[in-house]
């Protein structure tokens, strides 16, 4: 059984830094993994994934402020926010198993899904 769950979401003032956790048990982090977020009334959208060749690719918005990276050794993977601005703040998802498709596909129906971690960001 996959289980993905996020920690580290919070509160933080424009221009702050967060690192989001995700600890996953029954699938190898080194394999396809990806960064959602969603917001009250919007669909969800991809910040940023991370292919089992190491390649990454993220969201336009992210604009250089976020990086994924993953720890072996705690099959955990990681999202680094910095310079955040309150249009970041929204309920971030990490996701697994992209089932054979590419990684960094637009519209990927990943199988396993975290619960969510809420960020926020204050102007």
């Known amino acids: 059984q996959v289980q993905l769950t996020e920690s580290g979401g919070g509160s933080v003032q424009s221009g702050g830094s967060l690192r989001l956790s995700c600890v996953v048990s029954?699938?190898?982090?080194?394999?396809?993994m990806a960064w959602f977020r969603q917001t009250p009334g919007n669909e969800r959208e991809t910040v940023a994934s991370?292919?089992?060749?190491?390649?990454?690719r993220a969201a336009a918005f992210v604009k250089g402020r976020f990086s994924v990276s993953k720890d072996t050794p705690k099959n955990a993977l990681y999202l680094q926010m910095n310079n955040l601005q309150p249009e970041d703040t929204a309920v971030y998802y990490c996701?697994?198993?992209?089932?054979?498709?590419?990684?960094?596909?637009?519209?990927?129906?990943?199988?396993?899904w975290g619960q969510g971690t809420q960020v926020t960001v204050s102007s």
């Open positions: 991370r292919d089992k060749d190491g390649s990454t």
């Open positions: 996701a697994a198993d992209s089932d054979g498709r590419w990684c960094h596909g637009a519209n990927v129906d990943f199988r396993y």
């Open positions: 029954g699938y190898n982090v080194s394999r396809c």
